[in-house]
C-alpha cells in the first residue's frame, strides 16, 4: 500500500479516537453511496456531526483543513443530503474538519467545529 495511504488511515484512526474519547457517538466511517463518500459521520446528543479528515506527515506546505476547498465541500454536501434521506435522520447537521499533522503514534489533532456551512444556492430564471 502507498504511503500517504497509509498515512491517511492512520490519521483517520487517531481522528476516530479522538471523537469517541471525547463523547461522540460514531454512526459510520467510510461511507459510501455511489460516488459520494463521508469520512466520518458521528452524533452527539442534538446533532449529526459530519467530520472531514485530513492528514498530513508535516505542516510546511499547506494546512490540511486548507485542502477543503470548494468542490470538496460541494461533495460533502450533497453525501450528507444523501446520507440524511437514506436513513431517515431528523436531526441537524454540522461539518467538522479534524486535520491531523506527523507520524503516528505522535499526531497533533486539530478539531475544527463548523468549519463551513451549506453554501446558499442562488438560481436564475
Not at 459521520?41 to 449529526?48: G, M, S
Not at 454536501?77 to 505522535?106: E, M, Q, W
Request: hydrophobic share 40%; proline share 4%; charged share 25%.
Amino acid at each position: 500500500m502507498a504511503q500517504h495511504t497509509d498515512l491517511g488511515k492512520e490519521g483517520e484512526a487517531a481522528a476516530l479516537a479522538y471523537l469517541k474519547a471525547n463523547g461522540y457517538q460514531i454512526r459510520h466511517i467510510n461511507w459510501h453511496r455511489g460516488h459520494l463518500e463521508l469520512d466520518i459521520v458521528a452524533q452527539t446528543d442534538d446533532e449529526l456531526v459530519i467530520v472531514e479528515v485530513k492528514t498530513r506527515s508535516g505542516s510546511d506546505w499547506q494546512s490540511p483543513e486548507d485542502a477543503v476547498n470548494n468542490t470538496k465541500i460541494n461533495r460533502i454536501i450533497a453525501a450528507t443530503d444523501c446520507y440524511i434521506k437514506y436513513f431517515d435522520i431528523d436531526l441537524p447537521a454540522r461539518f467538522d474538519i479534524i486535520s491531523v499533522i506527523g507520524h503516528s503514534p505522535n499526531f497533533e489533532i486539530d478539531h475544527i467545529e463548523d468549519a463551513f456551512y451549506p453554501p446558499v444556492r442562488t438560481y436564475r430564471r
